[in-house]
Nanobody, 123 residues
């Protein structure tokens, strides 16, 4: 089992930055590739970004490429999502998730999930 807890969400004005954190516990954090997903009201949960076990490789969904940056600190068992130039359409609940597979983007390919953190971008 891997327990994941997100933090850092909140209300931000359009154009502003926000950094999300996801702290892991339980099984060895570095065994897992980590991903961020988001779910807006009335929409399906969608892939945002992923990072490999060592942090040496990253992968982004097209809409956030160049705007968001995923990183991890295995010594702290934490993965981050730096979000810049936020737009109202980035408003969603953001989830982190853990997978034994790399470069996977579908919800069912991630075994462990956090509870989510709300990000609201005002115009």
């Amino acid at each position: 089992q891997v327990q994941l807890v997100e933090s850092g969400g909140g209300l931000v004005q359009a154009g502003g930055p926000l950094r999300l954190s996801c702290a892991g516990s339980g099984r060895t954090f570095s065994n897992y590739a980590m991903g961020w997903f988001r779910q807006a009201p009335g929409k399906e949960r969608e892939f945002v970004a992923a990072i490999s076990r060592t942090g040496g490789s990253t992968y982004y969904a097209a809409p956030v490429q160049g705007q968001f940056t995923i990183s991890r600190d295995n010594a702290k068992s934490t993965v981050y999502l730096q979000m810049n130039s936020l737009k109202p359409e980035d408003t969603a609940v953001y989830y982190c998730a853990a997978s034994l597979a790399w470069r996977v983007v579908r919800v069912h390919e991630y075994a462990y999930w956090g509870q989510g953190t709300q990000v609201t971008v005002s115009s």
